[in-house]
Structure formats: structure tokens, C-alpha cells
């Protein structure tokens, strides 16, 4: 079964500054898909930035970024420029290649909550 | 539009009750799930409808009963819940198929089981 470990319970982060927030996963598949995803206390669960493991271009969007490393399975999250709105807990997750069934779920780690220094 | 909707927002019952959970989207989608959130924890999947087809989460109890009346229509039929079951009930969509599948998330059900 895939695993994804987030190693970092809480991260502490002064507004403007730049936070990385680590993950690592197990699979023994060659062909999946890797996502961050931000819950903030509203609860919405809201897509950060995703990544295909076939590409190796490490995704971008606005002041998020990632580090994918596929060999070293891990999948790292950079905010640039830190906000208040950035406060949140922020998920990694794993899906599969398609199977048209179960697998296509997520698998998610425990979480790293996010907090903004003013 | 990547609106999902979720209702009712809170749901309060007893363990003899019958009650439903909905969930809605109007972006196409033809893959739908629900997950649990225990608080402070990662959500857990219990149930996927992927082209009308059911894969169940076999460690989810009976009591939990999953229907999809159309492809844009998700529902959760819950029947003699225990306390345990108090949860984040989320229910999510994707695309489906063999591609970049992004799912996307409704605000949720928060449950309550007295």
C-alpha cells in the first residue's frame, strides 16, 4: 500500500518570508500523480499545486513551487513571500495511475499546520 | 466552476435515526467520492462511483450505504450510527479517466452522533 509521511507537524513562518514544508511517499508504481491540498480552519479542502511523476519540471503556481524528486520520492512545498491567508493545514496526497476504482482515492499524510507570523 | 455542494452543513443524530447526506456537481465530472475527517486527521476514503461503478473502502460498516442516481448526484444513506462516526463527512469530484485527475473538494458535512 502507498504511504505518505509529512514529517512536520506545525511550521511556524514570519509573514513575507519563504516556508518549505516537506513529504515523502512509498510507491512501486512509475506512473502517478502528487498534490498539495490546503485545509484552512473553514474546513474547505482547496488544490494547492499538483505534480505528474512523468514530468520533470517541478510545478509551479504564483508564490508555490515544489521540489519534486522522483528517485529520492520526496515532494516538497515552497511558499514565497508568506501571507496571513497562508495559514492553514496543508496536506500532501498521492494518487495512483488510473484504475476506474478504488485507487483512484487519495492518500493523504497527516498534515503540517501552517502558521503565519504577523 | 469547480463548485462542489454539500448538504445539510451540520447534521445532529441519534443512533436510531435515518438520515442522508448530499453532495452535487455541475462541472461534468464522472468520478465522485466521499471521505471521513476525524478531527485533526487526514481525510479517509471510503467510497469512489467512477463511471457509475461503486469501489468500496471494505473496512467502512454496513451502516454507511453509498448511491450515485446520476452522474452528477452523490449520496450517503447512514443508518444507526455510533458516536464513533461523529466526523468531517467530504464528498469530492473528478474528471475520471486516464488523466491528470484533480479532485475537488465541497465544504463538507460536519456529523454529529449522540
Known amino acids: 500500500a502507498q504511504t505518505v509521511t509529512q514529517s512536520q507537524p506545525e511550521m511556524s513562518v514570519q509573514e513575507a518570508e519563504t516556508v518549505t514544508l516537506s513529504c515523502t511517499y512509498d510507491t512501486s508504481e512509475s506512473d502517478y500523480y502528487l498534490f498539495w491540498y490546503k485545509q484552512p480552519p473553514s474546513r474547505q479542502m482547496i488544490l494547492v499545486i499538483r505534480?505528474?511523476?512523468?514530468?520533470?519540471q517541478n510545478a509551479t503556481e504564483n508564490r508555490f513551487s515544489v521540489n519534486f524528486q522522483k528517485a529520492a520520492k520526496s515532494f516538497s512545498l515552497k511558499i514565497s513571500d508568506s501571507q496571513l491567508g497562508d495559514a492553514a493545514m496543508y496536506f500532501c496526497?498521492?494518487?495512483?495511475?488510473?484504475?476506474?476504482?478504488?485507487?483512484?482515492?487519495?492518500?493523504f499524510g497527516k498534515g503540517t499546520h501552517l502558521i503565519i507570523q504577523p | 466552476d469547480t463548485e462542489v455542494t454539500q448538504t445539510p452543513k451540520h447534521l445532529v443524530m441519534g443512533m436510531t435515526n435515518k438520515k442522508s447526506l448530499k453532495c452535487e456537481q455541475h462541472?461534468?465530472?464522472?468520478?465522485m467520492y466521499w471521505y471521513k475527517q476525524k478531527a485533526k486527521k487526514p481525510p479517509e476514503l471510503m467510497f469512489v462511483y467512477s463511471y457509475e461503478k461503486l469501489s468500496i473502502n471494505e473496512s467502512v460498516p454496513s451502516r454507511f450505504s453509498p448511491e450515485c442516481p446520476n452522474s452528477s448526484l452523490l449520496n450517503l444513506h447512514l443508518h444507526a450510527l455510533q458516536p464513533e462516526d461523529s466526523a468531517l463527512y467530504l464528498c469530492?469530484?473528478?474528471?475520471?479517466?486516464?488523466?491528470?485527475?484533480?479532485?475537488?473538494f465541497g465544504p463538507g458535512t460536519r456529523l454529529t452522533v449522540l
Open positions: 462541472m461534468g465530472h464522472r468520478a
Open positions: 469530492a469530484s473528478s474528471r475520471g479517466g486516464l488523466v491528470l485527475d484533480t479532485q475537488y
Open positions: 505534480q505528474e511523476a512523468y514530468k520533470q
Open positions: 496526497a498521492y494518487r495512483g495511475p488510473y484504475s476506474g476504482g478504488g485507487a483512484d482515492g487519495l492518500t
